[in-house]
């Protein structure tokens, strides 16, 4: 054993203790509080990083649906759930979101990549009109271990103005997925809470070894248009490694 | 020096199981359940259903949670018009007003049809179950909303109305509507 394997293995060592470091997550803050941003239309699209003009493009094109979006969508479709003595289980869901793509090349033509953020294997565009200027502070860097847990991650907030909704997202593979999941959620989300129709049938059972009980059938249905509905807030927490994203739509 | 070639590798190891094996986290956490689940709020100015579900898929157990909530909330809700519906029915009689009850009961259908709006899930936690999730929920729906499409849906009649308004079920119904505007206007609506 010579002083120079040695040292070679307290680098290895002291590299593989910084892997933890290696994960703190930091983005700036334009991604995080996209309700700061001081023009509108904006909107931000999420890509996996792969080779650069694909990843960027892909982002790029995810903001401009995005943008389309928050003009008007409509969320429609139906889900049902059936409920035993073993517990609840998925009957079947078939919640669609239909936008009016029609806009979609003239948003293409006025909308321009105003920032850009790669992280890992995610590529983050915001898009605005030519005229969309952030401020020094927008484009700061902000780790995510900086800063304490949202109040709006346990409780939507109070303004009545507004029609707020919160999605949540596990971590997929690709971190960009993660965060469409928890939009889309957020999205289906916000529409149950403006309407949602309930039919529920129940069955009374009756077993000779558990007794008497309820079977039940619960179904959902929406059709809800959104309008207006855009991300206003991000977090990804560090201690679950959930995506949750806050959601608004004026009332 | 042949303890240490057995020595350094084994530390290597540990470390780098400690490094990158990653944190355990609150994830790992179960029967950490949320004081509302056990204990709902109480305000007489809304329904609250607070409800769990459990997935291996963590959109699934929030589906399920949010779901059985507002088929709670639902509930809860032709609960309470029904019991409206039987006060108001002893209150003006089966024969002296029948246009009146009618015109009463149709509303009730109306608000009862199911069709929820204004639902939110107040506030939710997610948490790791064995390898799946357990998703809490607590859903909320302001009372003042149905009170108000109640008295909505009876104004379309004038002349049932303006007999309706002179009912204590119409008293009962216009406070519920009026604290609700009231919540609105505090929450700056």
Redo the contacts between chains.
């Keep these: 054993m010579t002083a120079r394997s040695v040292a070679g293995g307290i680098g290895i060592a002291a590299l593989l203790l910084l892997c933890p470091f290696s994960r703190a997550q930091v983005y700036p803050r334009w991604f995080l509080n996209p309700e700061e941003i001081p023009c509108e239309p904006a909107a931000i699209g999420v890509a996996p990083t792969g080779y650069y003009p694909d990843s960027t493009g892909g982002a790029f094109q995810n903001a401009v649906m995005n943008a389309l979006r928050a003009e008007e969508e409509a969320v429609e479709g139906s889900k049902q759930f059936f409920s035993a003595g073993d517990g609840t289980a998925e009957v079947g869901t078939s919640v669609h979101e239909t936008l009016d793509t029609s806009r979609l090349e003239s948003l293409f033509k006025s909308l321009k990549t105003v920032r850009m953020f790669a992280i890992g294997e995610m590529t983050a565009v915001l898009v605005g009109t030519g005229g969309c200027g952030l401020s020094g502070g927008m484009d700061a860097l902000v780790p995510l271990a900086s800063l304490g847990t949202p109040a709006w991650t346990r409780m939507l907030p109070a303004d009545q103005r507004f029609e707020y909704a919160v999605g949540i997202s596990e971590p997929y593979y690709y971190e960009s997925s993660s965060w469409l999941e928890a939009e889309k959620n957020g999205r289906l989300e916000l529409a149950r809470s403006l309407r949602t129709q309930v039919r529920i049938r129940q069955r009374l059972v009756t077993d000779a070894v558990l007794g008497s009980r309820y079977d039940a059938v619960w179904d959902e249905t929406l059709t809800v248009t959104l309008r207006g509905a855009r991300v206003v807030r991000r977090w990804r927490d560090p201690s679950t490694d959930l995506f949750m994203v806050l959601l608004r739509m004026p009332k | 020096?042949r303890i240490?070639?057995v020595l350094?590798p084994f530390?290597?190891t540990i470390?780098?199981m400690?490094?990158?094996g990653g944190?355990k986290?609150?994830?790992d956490a179960t029967g950490d359940i949320p004081d509302w689940f056990t204990t709902p709020p109480v305000d007489p100015n809304f329904l609250f259903a607070s409800k769990s579900?459990?997935s291996q898929?963590?959109?699934?157990a929030?589906?399920?949670a949010?779901?059985?909530a507002?088929?709670d909330i639902?509930?809860q809700m032709e609960i309470r018009v029904q019991g409206l519906v039987k006060n108001f029915g002893e209150e003006v009689g089966t024969s002296s007003d029948s246009q009146l009850l009618s015109q009463f009961t149709s509303a009730s259908k109306q608000v009862t049809?199911?069709?929820?709006?204004?639902?939110?899930?107040?506030?939710?936690?997610?948490l790791?179950e064995g390898t799946g999730?357990r998703a809490y929920v607590l859903m909320q729906l302001p009372v003042g909303a149905a009170a108000d499409q109640f008295l909505q849906s009876m104004k379309k009649d004038d002349k049932t109305y303006t007999r309706f308004r002179a009912t204590e079920t119409f008293k009962e119904l216009d406070d519920e509507a009026k604290k609700f505007d009231d919540f609105?206007k505090n929450?700056?609506?």
């Design positions: 020096m240490l070639k350094i530390l290597l470390m780098m400690a490094g990158c944190s986290s609150a994830l579900g459990v898929d963590m959109q699934m929030v589906e399920k949010t779901t059985e507002r088929a639902s509930r049809s199911n069709v929820l709006s204004g639902t939110r899930v107040k506030t939710q936690k997610v790791k999730y609105k929450q700056g609506q």
